[in-house]
């Protein structure tokens, strides 16, 4: 019994050592990419200021190649924040930029760029009404990713929520938290105005999930 229990013990010690080195792992990789994304941007001021010399001249414009380029670095910027942000959502915007950068650049037949019509479309629709809210959300209350900017909460629950104190919802709690010396864990609360935020779940040190309860 207490063999099996030490087992069980030194199993969820080790899943949270791998489950914290995965997560710095990450964040390495998204500075890495940020620096790759920062050198990259060098070329697109380059190729800009080419633009600039060609039409002064009246030589001919190669827009195409800024373009591309420009596109590629907003891919890379989002691609950092879905590993930042662990969302769907997020997941989402680097898909649809992505989808958008093969329609805009690429030379595609019509029936490729109706297909790419169609799968934004979808990718649109599964954002709005499927990442976002939690299927046992009520009126009074609703479940949201922890990485949902205060803007896209606001705006998906109804809410009223101030920016000024993070710029997401797991922002919020980790700062109200530091500031009042408080370890964060499932279950702590934060009363703004007229709403309740309570850490739902959490995903080693990273709050994965907020509640919301409208205090009445």
């Known amino acids: 019994m207490i063999k099996s229990r030490m087992s069980k013990l030194s199993k969820q010690f080790l899943r949270d050592k791998v489950s914290k080195v995965a997560s710095y792992m990450e964040i390495f990789l998204s500075v890495l990419i940020l620096l790759g994304i920062l050198f990259a941007s060098f070329t697109v001021v380059q190729q800009l200021k080419d633009l600039t010399f060609q039409f002064t001249n009246g030589g001919t414009i190669e827009f195409q190649s800024?373009?591309?380029?420009a596109i590629e670095i907003i891919i890379g910027i989002e691609f950092v924040k879905m590993l930042v942000k662990h969302t769907p959502g997020s997941a989402i915007d680097v898909l649809l930029f992505a989808i958008a950068r093969k329609l805009i650049i690429s030379e595609s037949n019509m029936l490729d760029f109706l297909i790419g019509v169609v799968a934004i479309a979808i990718l649109f629709g599964v954002k709005k009404y499927l990442t976002s809210l939690d299927n046992n959300n009520t009126e009074d209350e609703i479940i949201l990713n922890g990485g949902t900017t205060i803007d896209d909460a606001n705006q998906l629950a109804h809410l009223h929520l101030r920016n000024d104190m993070g710029n997401t919802l797991a922002g919020i709690?980790?700062?109200m938290a530091k500031a009042?010396?408080?370890t964060i864990q499932p279950g702590y609360e934060l009363q703004i105005d007229n709403y309740?935020?309570?850490v739902y779940s959490m995903d080693s040190n990273l709050i994965k999930q907020?509640?919301?309860?409208r205090v009445i």
């Open 196 to 198: 309740l935020l309570e």
């Open 180 to 182: 009042d010396n408080i």
């Open 66 to 69: 800024f373009l591309t380029h």
């Open 173 to 175: 709690l980790a700062n």
């Open 210 to 213: 907020v509640r919301i309860k």
